[in-house]
T-cell receptor, first 118, second 117 residues
Framework: AQTVTQSQPEMSVQEAETVTLSCTYD???????LFWYKQPPSRQMILVIR??????QNATENRFSVNFQKAAKSFSLKISDSQLGDTAMYFC???????????????FGTGTLLAVQP | KAGVTQTPRYLIKTRGQQVTLSCSPI?????VSWYQQTPGQGLQFLFE???????NKGNFPGRFSGRQFSNSRSEMNVSTLELGDSALYLC????????????????FGNGTRLTVT
């Protein structure tokens, strides 16, 4: 069974600074996807960034980037130039690939509550 | 394009009752997944439907069931409600599944907050 661990329940960062959220996972699969989702108070889960396990290059989406270390099973999220709107719960998620590809079954971590301070 | 729509937003039920939640996916999306979010257990996968067939299932009791209609809309039903069923229920849709899922990730709705008293 796969597990996802987020060891930082809460984090705080000053506006315009950089923050890194940690995520580790455990799996015996070799092919899978990893995601970071954010959940603001509106409750809607929003995709931040995604990574295919077979790709060595770290994914980047504007101010968001990941540090994917497959051997260490680590998938951290770096947010640069933090903005007030980044305040949210951030979830790391794992999706294994089935015989036909993605399973659409996400295994989530427990989340990190990020507060961006003005 | 409209997002994933879940109705109702809030629901209060009594122990022993049953409840049906509805999810309308993004137009053109054929896969619908359901998740339960609670403070204690976090986010847990319930099941996924694709083309009216349940394709994946999580570890929930048989009281939790779902279905998908030909227009891809999905409903989730919980029978004989228990206090522990109080949760935010999230629905997510994607184009298909399979390898294309990477390029069509899950899009979530705002959820239905169910309170069981």
């Amino acid at each position: 069974a796969q597990t996802v661990t987020q060891s930082q329940p809460e984090m705080s960062v000053q506006e315009a600074e950089t923050v890194t959220l940690s995520c580790t996972y455990d799996t015996s699969e070799s092919n899978y996807y990893l995601f970071w989702y954010k959940q603001p108070p509106s409750r809607q889960m929003i995709l931040v960034i995604r990574q295919e396990a077979y790709k060595q290059q770290n994914a980047t989406e504007n101010r968001f980037s990941v540090n994917f270390q497959k051997a260490a099973k680590s998938f951290s999220l770096k947010i640069s130039d933090s903005q007030l709107g980044d305040t949210a719960m951030y979830f790391c998620a794992f999706m294994k690939l089935g015989p036909g590809g993605a399973t659409n079954k996400l295994i989530f971590g427990t989340g990190t509550l990020l507060a961006v301070q003005p | 394009k409209a997002g994933v729509t879940q109705t109702p937003r809030y629901l209060i039920k009594t122990r022993g009752q049953q409840v049906t939640l509805s999810c309308s996916p993004i137009s053109g999306h054929r896969s619908v997944s359901w998740y339960q979010q609670t403070p204690g257990q976090g986010l847990q996968f319930l099941f996924e439907y694709f083309s009216e067939t349940q394709r994946n299932k999580g570890n929930f009791p048989g009281r939790f069931s779902g279905r998908q209609f030909s227009n891809s809309r999905s409903e989730m039903n919980v029978s004989t409600l228990e206090l522990g069923d109080s949760a935010l229920y999230l629905c997510a849709s994607s184009l298909a599944g399979g390898k294309s899922s990477y390029n069509s990730p899950l899009h979530f709705g705002n959820g239905t907050r169910l309170t069981v008293t």
